[in-house]
């Protein structure tokens, strides 16, 4: 969660254009690198889930963990479904 709100902050002051508008999900409306600076617990708990429900898209490449968390941020923030 640290890394995820330094990511965020440190682009915000960088590279400000990054800040870009979350289009769909949860976080639909909300800025990209504001969402990353206000994540929670949760919500790095839900994309935790959500990389391991999918190891397919994440297997065998080194990413660090703010890209991947910002890329599925943009791209709804998909959970996974309890039942």
Not at 48 to 53: F, T
Not at 64 to 70: G, N, R
Not at 72 to 80: C, H, I, M, R, Y
Request: aromatic letters at 12%; charged letters at 20%; hydrophobic letters at 45%.
């Amino acid at each position: 969660m640290a890394d995820v709100h330094f990511t965020g902050d440190y682009f915000l002051k960088e590279n400000p254009a990054m800040n870009a508008p979350i289009k769909s999900g949860a976080y639909s409306g909300k800025l990209l690198l504001n969402a990353m600076m206000a994540c929670t617990q949760q919500d790095v708990s839900d994309f935790l889930e959500y990389m391991i429900a999918r190891p397919v898209l994440y297997a065998g490449h080194e990413w660090k963990v703010a890209e991947i968390f910002a890329t599925w941020l943009t791209e709804g923030a998909p959970t996974v479904v309890k039942k």
